[in-house]
């Protein structure tokens, strides 16, 4: 199993090899590359980005690092209940698996429609509706472009596709090799739910990659692994026993607040812990 972090950077060779000589200094071998969340960027804009993306792809590559997944545009507060909304979020979607095919990575992660935000479900129905219609779409623009989409479960407890399971569920009605799940393990963790239990339930199969990171079992922090409720050990071993042959990425950071001196130090050790974690 490999390991991997989050990363963000310009639209650009230099400060992609940046970041990503950073990242394999460090130890990980792949990128979870997090720039087309926002789609107010030149990620989104620049007329020759194809180009530009592919020139990351080879980047990353020089650096002996791979992409393991992209993340899909987010907005927050989440808001998709006009057909407006629900045109411009399809679109900076499509835009956003091409992208994610021009670098190479295998799979984009992303959120589903909540047409009422994350704390909202007057019309459960047509919340369901809305993102059958939303992802039946979106799969053919994932198939045409050969990247899996990997839908998360979400934080929002009032939502109908939060947990792992509602989530997988959802999933499974398309059928499509083009559909699978994106396991956040703190978004599981907020519901009381055991990361490890989720791996188990989702299964090799259905499992496309990872987001990691731990909390306090109430809220969505994006805390370091071992700082709060989740079970590593169990976490770790449950990957092992479904054969899980992804990456390990984790979704969290050192702090910011850190010294230049010691900072270097906590990231090593971020990376160790990845490392750990992938022993079982």
Known sequence: MKTGKSVGFALGPDSARAALTH???????????????????????????????????????????????????WRFPPQDYTEED???????????????????????????????????????????????????????????????????????????????????????????????????????AVFGLSPAEAVRLIGKDWLACLHVHDNDGRHDYHWLPFRGVVDWADFSRSLREIGFEGSLSLETDVSGKLPDAVRNDWEKALAATARYLTLG
């Open 23 to 73: 990242l394999r200094l460090l130890g990980y071998d792949c990128a979870d590359l997090q720039t087309f969340v926002n789609t107010e960027t030149e990620w989104f804009s620049a007329p020759d980005r194809l180009r530009r993306w592919e020139e990351i792809g080879k980047t990353a590559r020089d650096c002996g690092i791979t992409f393991s997944q992209t993340h899909g545009p």
């Open 86 to 188: 629900r045109a411009e979020r399809f679109e900076k979607m499509s835009i956003a698996l091409e992208g994610t095919a021009a670098v190479g990575a295998p799979c984009m992660a992303i959120h589903n429609i909540m047409p009422w935000g994350g704390d909202g479900l007057p019309d459960p129905e047509r919340f369901l509706e809305m993102n059958r219609e939303f992802f039946s779409r979106l799969i053919e623009k994932a198939k045409a472009a050969g990247v899996v989409i990997a839908l998360e479960n979400m934080p929002f407890t009032k939502l109908i596709l939060s947990t792992p399971e509602q989530v997988l569920n959802f999933v499974k009605e398309f059928d499509s090799p083009y559909f699978r799940v994106c396991l956040d393990t703190g978004h599981a």
